[in-house]
């Protein structure tokens, strides 16, 4: 079963709060591998109208080798426009 909008956004968060962790600790490798995974889930329970940007990140981040900074921008930025678009 899907996730709602609310529920999608508290796991994005908590993707950011595990890649800002590792950039903290080079050495937590674990906190790269846990986002990654945590990521992979979202995308299969993300709503709709975040699947494709959701899948894009962790394709990148996948294909990267843990690209952080590039993945921790891009999940912000989704996150930015999810809540503006919740505030309209």
Do not use: W
């Amino acid at each position: 079963m899907p996730l709602n909008k609310r529920e999608a956004k508290k796991k994005v968060r908590e993707i950011i709060r595990c890649l800002e962790q590792s950039g903290d600790f080079p050495e937590q490798g674990n906190c790269i591998k846990v986002a990654e995974r945590k990521l992979e889930m979202l995308v299969k329970e993300a709503p709709a109208s975040l699947v494709y940007e959701l899948g894009c990140v962790y394709s990148h981040f996948k294909n990267s080798g843990g690209d952080v900074d590039t993945a921790l921008s891009r999940l912000k930025k989704i996150l930015e426009r999810a809540v503006k678009k919740e505030d309209e």
